[in-house]
Nanobody, 125 residues
Framework: QVQLVESGGGLVQPGGSLRLSCAASGSIFRINAMGWYRQAPGKQRESVATITSGGSTNYADSVKGRFTISRDNAKNTVYLQMNSLKPEDTAVYYC???????????????????WGQGTQVTVSS
């Protein structure tokens, strides 16, 4: 069974920094895309940053130049370095992975998607 464990959220003052981590464990053949999403109260979940297996990245306009996504394929871990944080960055942050694993129903490898449990990031003075 594949699991995601997120860490690194917390309370930070405006202008501060946080680093989120999300580690995948379990019977994974290969992880393709990894990404971070966030959901603020009363708002829909939105994409923050994504990274492909080849290292190509994509960022929401609101975080470009402030956030950096990276991954360690040997550790099946994705990171989100968040700098110059603003109050509007306050949200629950979720990681997401797209991966290939053995599917017992088909008896072959199949693609799957998985969400982390979420970690709260609060930016406030």
């Amino acid at each position: 069974q594949v699991q995601l464990v997120e860490s690194g959220g917390g309370l930070v003052q405006p202008g501060g920094s946080l680093r989120l981590s999300c580690a995948a464990s379990g019977s994974i053949f290969r992880i393709n895309a990894m990404g971070w999403y966030r959901q603020a109260p009363g708002k829909q979940r939105e994409s923050v940053a994504t990274i492909t297996s080849g290292g190509s990245t994509n960022y929401a306009d609101s975080v470009k130049g402030r956030f950096t996504i990276s991954r360690d394929n040997a550790k099946n871990t994705v990171y989100l370095q968040m700098n110059s944080l603003k109050p509007e960055d306050t949200a629950v942050y979720y990681c997401n992975i797209e991966y290939w694993a053995y599917d017992i129903r088909s008896g072959t490898r199949a693609p799957f998607g998985l969400w982390g449990q979420g970690t709260q990031v609060t930016v406030s003075s």
